[in-house]
């Protein structure tokens, strides 16, 4: 007997070393060829990045816990990535995605990448991350589904609609990738999609329940969802489940995801779905069409209008959005059973966003520091100990006066920390900002600067975690983490040209106790390249 437990215990470690799920977790497998093609989103044709020769790329549908094996087969003519919005990539930021994690894929080449939806349900996206591609295509929806011992609090609905909305350029990622490259900043973008068109269709069945999953996949442009004659039950964000609260209309903005119930419970016709852009000097507008099964009426009467209200009226909203303590997420405890509110914090963070001038040319930044993208991921220099690619701890944690630098900062935080995190804008443009790796808790907005006395007005009972937050003009938003995910992880704007220009910067989680159960070596297939490139597998 004590041989066979010794090698059970071999076996045991070989596994969790190749990183395979000794659990009933299933395996999806994919290809994706990625190519240029022809489309016509805004009506005349540009080059847009294909998946598989789709535009949007392909959805994927999968279960808490499964594990996904991809294999991108790159056919552009620059080097490819994608990232995995909101996806949590439990102890693996190896596969993360991002120029600070991974290498990109070379042209006419390919990488596999193995993740898994670990203990997460809910609404998410993907997209690429080098340059500017995301203009281009290349983005689709991840939606992770219950496994069927966890149930969600509500009803299975009859349908479930997916709709990626974001504003679109005319102009290609080349283009677009040479106007920042050149110093100048944006022009308004030209129109609004929904599910890569200016219109798009749903058909429903009279007095039956839909999900729409609602994500915003544009670059920089916050939207509002509505649909004509219709309430909207928020039941998740970013993968938690919500007090359904219904409402007329909901902003969603840049990189976030909502999940809504709407019943058909309207006279039989058709009805108006729009989305709109929020807070722009010009607004743009793309429509769907709910068409009930049984109707012969089509949709009319005037566009449901967008909010009255702007930045006081979405800030009330996002403060309307409460976790809901009693429901079961990916995991059969009660989401409140982790009482974020009662944890001493170990730190407060404060990062300012600007748009400060360079060399003369426009740069963003965070704290004085402008992100420069190095030619060797972080996390391969970290992990080789290759000297002159980042510069440990160089981003004041507060922020600093005097002219901005340009930097590659990356700062060390101890896993297991409970920090407080507070974004401050002082710019007149609503900012959204996304942390890889991790959900967190959004317990404050306000407008002004922030200052210690605003605690006072946290929620710290029922704020909805989530994954990316808004700041709104001349305001702050405050949000808790719990670092309980050890790696390398990206805090950026989800506002891809500010991402691109340098408001951004790496957490590295750490811990002295290396280990498996905290964190998984590097993939046998890990891309090497920049000063790691000569480095043996």
Known sequence: MRQFSVIFKVILCILVQFQVAIADDPYRFYTWVITYGPISPLG?????????????????????????????????????????????????????????????????????????????????????????????????????????????????????????????????HKALRQILDSGSSLPPPDGLLINGAQSTGFNGDQGKTYLFRISNIGLETSINFRIQGHSLKLVEVEGAHTIQNSYDSLDVHVGQSMAVLVTLNQPSKDYFIVASTRFTDKALTATGILHYSNSNTPASGPLPAEPAGQIDWSMDQARSLRWNLTASAARPNPQGSFHYGTIPTSRSIVLANSAPLIAVKQRYAVNGVSFVIQDTPLKLADNYNIANVFTWDSLSLTPTAGPAILGTPVVRLNLHEFVEIVFQNTETKV???????????????????????????????????????????NGWSAIFVSLDNQGMWNIRSSMWARQYLGQQFYFRVWTQQQSLANEYTIPSNALRCGKATSILH
């Open 44 to 172: 005349t044709v540009q080059q847009g990045i294909l998946i598989n020769g789709q535009f949007p790329g392909p959805r994927i549908d999968c279960v808490t816990n499964d594990n996904i094996v991809l294999n991108v087969i790159n056919q552009l003519d620059e080097p490819f990535l994608l990232t995995w919005n909101g996806i949590k990539q439990r102890k693996n930021s190896w596969q993360d995605g991002v120029l600070g994690t991974n290498c990109p894929i070379p042209p006419n080449s390919n990488y596999t990448y193995n993740f898994q939806t670990k203990d997460q349900i809910g609404s998410f996206t993907y997209f690429p991350t080098v340059g500017m591609h995301r203009a281009s295509g290349g983005f689709g929806a991840l939606n992770v589904y219950q496994r069927p011992a966890i149930p969600v609090p509500y009803l299975k609905p009859d349908g479930d609609f997916t709709l990626l909305v974001g504003d679109w350029y005319k102009a290609g």
């Open 431 to 473: 900012q959204s900002w996304h942390l890889d790796g991790y959900d967190f808790w959004p317990v404050g907005y306000g407008s002004g600067a922030w200052t210690e006395s605003q605690r006072s007005t946290y929620n710290l009972v029922d704020t909805t975690s989530r994954h990316t937050v808004q700041v709104y003009p």
